[in-house]
């Protein structure tokens, strides 16, 4: 390492008349605190302020309509485990999405990127058609797909009724409102995986083919052999990726659903927003909230394991 | 399955799959653009029409005089700008930090960076919600930036940029007597530009999208950004069910952004691909 004070000695003689080499060098050691400092105190206010309030907000009673806090305990945790089924309704319907949507679009990604991993014609025009969703803003995706999935005159039942399907009221209907939701996501995110999928791809150095081809292997094999693995940490960090993502997401279902029909469609974030701002209960909001950075964390915590542990190539 | 290794056969085939997949992802987008020129009465016709029977402009006219596109333009604008001029100084300094200085607890501090990664500000509103209210600063373009000022993400990818200069560049401009600050701004900063567009494109881009959180805490067209005026206008008795000017609405509000996107679409991606994460 360079030590700036006492190279500032011998170089910037101007800095002062005696060099105050003390001086200097209590700066230098300064120095990278206050570089940090700006970002600290914005981390500071709405990170880590805001996570410690939440957690411990979430052992009192306290409703905005009321004023009045009361410490609970754990009793906010008891009324999520045996008294709320509707936050059992909705992790359902977070896990039902989270499970719907990662697999399809990350293996939609993968296939697209494995395909486009080669010269073609057209290929940049391929990418802008698969990418360009990533720039939409989930506002302008809800509106033109709760078209799409109008009954009667929208574009999917047109289609799906050529083929044989009847009408489907699709965000209208319990039964298929959350399936809605997942095709707007996999169609959203899939081309954004695609893309970084296909850079892991591309830093796949060459010679491992060539080895695999002189094996004799079929390009299923070198698929399984030899991309697949050594794509396992670009895979790896964009699930963990999307399950971070699943859990937080809120500005689909606030467009799209807002919830319902009767919280088919609620999920976590939302119920967050509705606990806190339609019913005004900011301690059990503040308990949903501490359950959603468990699930974080937890989600976090694996995946480092796992890098860790699995991904081991040279 | 390499690079220039393959026969023309499976490039067909390549196709084959490629093609029909682009024209279903990029169909929402067409729809878009067509209905936004539509007349009202084609919007219910039984058949799909995939283009506008005579192009109709009065609908962009419509919609900007129902919503207030002008303000809603200023205040997006404003906060991503706003926002990136206060990010680039707060990254900017903290990655170099971390970078190129050793000092007590700097594992630990850039691990309480990283976190931020983890639980982003948008999903701790709760709080986030009652400290902007006793800030004061509800409705303001402020309290849209305020939580995202300083960014664990752009701190992890300058910091990348700055430890990748020689050590010998700042040995040689501390003999010229160009130190500290200076040297970051004068050497370190320009040699870090690619790493500082990438994050700027990221950042504008998830900024000029965001949807929930400038919504809870903006009340009126003073502080509004343009993703809040579509989703209300949609929600809203003029706006629900009128395809037509709800179309043209998104394009006025997505358009700046999406023509940008095609114009420079290799540097948009290559970012997003750097980043890896969302801003």
Redesign the interface.
Known sequence: MWNPGNLMCNANPNRGTGCLRSRLRWLAAVRPYLYILPSFMFLFVFTYYPIVRSLLLSLYEWNLSSQMRVFVGMDNYRRLLFDDPLFWQVMRNNALYAIGTIPTSVALGLLLAVLMDREIAGRSVYRVAFFYPTMLPMAAASMIWLWIFTPGYGLLNYYLGKVGFPDIEWVGSAKYALLALIIVAIWKYAGYYMVLLLAGLQGIPHDLYEAARIEGASSWQEFWYVTFPMLSPTTFFVLVMAVINSFQSIDQVYLMTRGGPGNATNMLAYYIYQTAFRFWDVGYASTLTSVLFVILLVTTAAFFRFLGRRIHYT | ????L?PKRT?IL??L??LP???A?????F??LT?AFKDRTE??????RWLPGHLVLSNFAEAWAMVPFGAYYWNTVVVCFGLLAVQL???T??A???AR???RG?DT?FL??L??L??????????????ISSLGLLDTRLAIM??Y????FG?FLMRQAFKSMP?EL??AA????C??LQFLWRIAVPLARPSMLAFSLVSI?HH?????WP??VTDTSRARTL??G??LF?QSAEGGAE?TL??AA?LI??GP??VL??LF??H??NS??QS???G
Do not use: C
């Open positions: 399955m390499r690079i220039g393959q490039n390549v196709h799959i490629l997949a682009a024209f992802i990029a169909a929402p987008f729809w878009i209905t919007v219910f016709s039984a058949i799909p100084v707060t990254v300094l903290a170099y930090a971390f200085m050793k000092f700097n501090l309480m960076f976190m931020q983890m639980i982003a500000p948008q999903s701790i509103f709760v709080p986030n919600y009652l400290t305020a939580p000022f300083a960014s664990a701190v050590s700042e040995e501390l003999i010229d007597g130190s500290g881009t000029w999208n965001e949807f929930f919504l809870l993703t809040i579509i989703g949609a395809w709800l179309m998104t509000a997505v952004l999406i996107f095609l679409q290799r948009f991606i997003f691909v890896g994460l969302k």
